[in-house]
């Protein structure tokens, strides 16, 4: 490591480097490796290096760009040192290096969401090694590290003919995807991710090492469950049910975008109707004329009728069955698809992109909706689609247990572009605010969709996201659990932005 900083006061207590392997075992595979007394605390970065057995870099390091890295390009991390967890150990050395240099901590699994970018005063924690996952077919659930992405929990699971509730993209982080709250392709049929969420292992400001549990620590959990992530601790492990699901009838239906307002209209006929085993969504998509993008798409603009049926395959042929004699589409990818595939039903880029989205909940629908998805999209434009989700169903099912509050409305309405340069970004940007502006009679009351937003929107959003009596109970979680605000690059639980 290159220019380690020299000790700046405190104290370090040398533990050896075969104690902080044991230290650093697995949590999934071996929680009593981790002692929760343990109080290491290091000030120099060379003695952080040698304690922790992943990386420890800062500027100028070799690694350091590609480690700090975000999957949304549009998003840099340049914090004064970033660690790459091998375990658990590590997350509870750096986050205890941090607070005693005064340093703030941010927490990156994917960089898919990210909500502050860590800066000089930060250390960044990594969590991407924490990937083990260990199925229990017996009570249904996955215990996952804390930097693990759905796709391997999705296709340990499947193994068990068991899903998770992992949104559209199985490569985003389990973690931030589901503190945030997470809407994916079952959530009509088996709620909302957060309240799948059985037990959270969680590395605290102090450095302490707790699982809390609606049962143990149960504030904590509530806090955590609905604020996105890293506003109170870095989790380590957590543990969710998993749902009896191997086999959708899932895909999309494509029409010439001409007949967009007419999709629209059958669209809120046909989900007035749908059972909850259906969760869908109307989608207005340019397909980048990009070689990444398949040649039939490539280029073309499309109104879109996707989802998934989580019920028997033959009532969702015959829910899907009214849509084809109604119009018959340029495209139909609707079949019987075995869950692990669901991915195929969005799409959604997987490697690396520069992009921004704005996502809010709806309480009504109207014409008024089609003709802003329209106007959003219009080109020359830098929108690549906006999506209106069916809420509803399970989603709606209170949960005492968790921070999560926006259960009442019934639609999700989300906005995404591309951002290559910054004149897209600024014109991105008008067109959000003017989308959100004339939808304004349509928002719901609690508008804020936290997973559908990064950065400072995600930020100002909290104050939209939560009625103000669970604003003051984050805030107490927040004075209780990280007093000295060490976890401040995420939403703001004390303060938020109005
Ligand atoms: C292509 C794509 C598809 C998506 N599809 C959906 C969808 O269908 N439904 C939906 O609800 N959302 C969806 N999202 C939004 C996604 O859920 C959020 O962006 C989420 O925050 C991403 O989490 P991450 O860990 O992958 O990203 P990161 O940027 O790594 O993290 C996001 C936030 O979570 C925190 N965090 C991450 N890991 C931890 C941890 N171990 N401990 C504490 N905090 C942590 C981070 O500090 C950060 O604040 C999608 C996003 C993309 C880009």
Known sequence: MAGAVRPTGGWWRPVGRAQARTLAGDAVADRKSTREDAVTITTSLDDLAAICEGRVLQAGDDGYDEVCACWNLAWTHRPAVVVQAAGE???????????????????????????????????????????????DPVSRTAAIGGGITWTSVLAAAQEQQLAPLLGSAPHVGAVGYSLGGGFGWLARAYGLAVDSIRSLRVVLADGRVITTSPQDEPELFWAMCGTTGSAL????????????????????LFYAL?????????YGDWINRAPS?????????????????????????????????????????????????????????????PFSQVAQISMDPVDPVPAASSGRWLATLGPQVPEVMLEAI???????????????????????????????????????????????????????????????PHLSDLCGYLNFAEGTERVQLAARAFPAETQARLAAAKRRYDPDDVFRHSISLTAPVR
């Open 89 to 135: 150990a590590d997350v509870v050395y750096a986050v205890r290096h941090a607070a005693a240099r005064g340093w703030a901590v941010a927490v990156q699994t994917t960089g898919h969401g990210v909500t502050v970018p860590a800066d000089e005063h930060s250390l960044l924690l990594v969590t991407g090694a924490l990937d083990r996952v260990r199925i």
């Open 233 to 252: 601790g870095v989790v380590v492990e957590m543990t969710v049910a998993l749902h009896p699901v191997d086999q959708v009838y899932g895909g999309d």
């Open 258 to 266: 001409p007949d967009a307002r007419e999709v629209f209209e059958f």
């Open 277 to 337: 085993e259906l969760t869908s969504a109307f989608n207005i998509t340019a397909f980048p004329p990009l070689e990444m993008v398949p040649e039939p798409l490539r280029g073309q603009t499309f109104a879109i009728v996707r989802g998934c049926f989580a019920g028997e395959m033959e009532a969702g042929r015959e829910l899907v069955d009214q849509w084809r004699s109604w119009r018959t589409p340029l495209m139909d990818t609707w079949a019987p698809m």
């Open 378 to 440: 219009a080109g020359p434009s830098p929108m690549l689609f906006a999506e209106v989700r069916h809420a509803g169903g399970a989603i709606r099912r209170d949960n005492p247990a968790v921070s999560f509050a926006a259960r009442d409305a019934r639609y999700c309405l989300e906005l995404v572009g591309m951002i290559p340069s910054a004149e897209a970004d600024a014109e991105l940007e008008r067109r959000f605010e003017h989308a959100w502006r004339r939808l304004a």
